[in-house]
């Protein structure tokens, strides 16, 4: 079974400028994830999906980041400026449902300069 | 804030069982410990979790005392591979969802 895409797995952008990332899910994954991961720290939930439906986001900063999961399979995490302080792993996860064990993705490391 | 204390590392000779322990104090009863791991440049993997039973499945043994205040995971032969940050986390069934993970204990396989 294939598992967590992301893309891209690096990026490295000027501060002010837009990014986004790309997530695919395990097939059949309902619930989706994105966490933020800060060198030397463990990874923090940043939203969760159920479906297409964000159900928990309340640790994204929604002045600058936004996310989507149309149709309920992919999803696209926005920063809209970034900022020097969002230099981070950003990592996508996925689970069958809200109770099962999540799977993650190789993250994408995002460079702002 | 993370409700799991583990030490910051841990240094393990191939071959043998490497034991990392981790004490969640404030465990209540409908929360499960969850084991994670994370190698450099990945992200993190699902190792195994349990309620108040010990566990064992291909990758570990996990091993929680009958007052669940504290548990162990038990990597009976560590390999090169095994070196990576081992997260311990508490975590709710059925409530909120969420994986608080802490700094984790790095574990270093020595050959």
């Known amino acids: 079974e294939a598992g967590v895409v992301q893309s891209p797995r690096y990026k490295i952008i000027e501060k002010k400028q837009p990014v986004a990332f790309w997530c695919n899910p395990i097939?059949?994954?309902?619930?989706l994830y994105w966490y933020l991961q800060n060198l030397g720290q463990g990874p923090e939930l940043l939203i969760r999906?159920?479906?297409?439906?964000?159900?928990?986001d309340s640790q994204l900063p929604k002045d600058r980041f936004s996310a989507e999961r149309l149709k309920g399979v992919d999803s696209t995490l926005k920063i809209q400026p970034a900022e020097l302080g969002d230099s981070a792993v950003y990592l996508c996860?996925?689970?069958?449902?809200?109770?099962?064990?999540?799977?993650f993705g190789p993250g994408t490391r995002l460079t702002v300069t | 804030d993370a409700k799991t204390t583990q030490p910051t590392s841990m240094d393990c000779a191939e071959g043998r069982a490497a034991n990392l322990p981790c004490n969640h104090s404030?465990?209540?009863?409908?929360?499960?410990v969850y084991w994670y791991r994370q190698i450099h440049s990945q992200g993190p993997q699902y190792i195994i979790h349990?309620?108040?039973n010990n566990e064992t499945n291909e990758m570990a043994s996990l091993i929680i005392t009958e007052d669940r205040k504290s548990s162990t995971l038990i990597l009976p032969h560590a390999t090169l591979r095994d070196t990576a940050v081992y997260y311990c986390?508490?975590?709710?069934?059925?409530?909120?969802?969420?994986?608080?993970f802490g700094k984790g204990t790095k574990l270093t396989v020595n050959p």
């Open positions: 097939s059949g994954h309902n619930t």
């Open positions: 404030t465990i209540s009863g409908n929360e499960y």
């Open positions: 996860a996925s689970s069958r449902d809200r109770l099962h064990e999540q799977y």
């Open positions: 999906y159920e479906n297409e439906e964000a159900v928990d």
């Open positions: 986390i508490v975590r709710t069934q059925g409530g909120s969802e969420k994986l608080v």
């Open positions: 349990g309620l108040k």
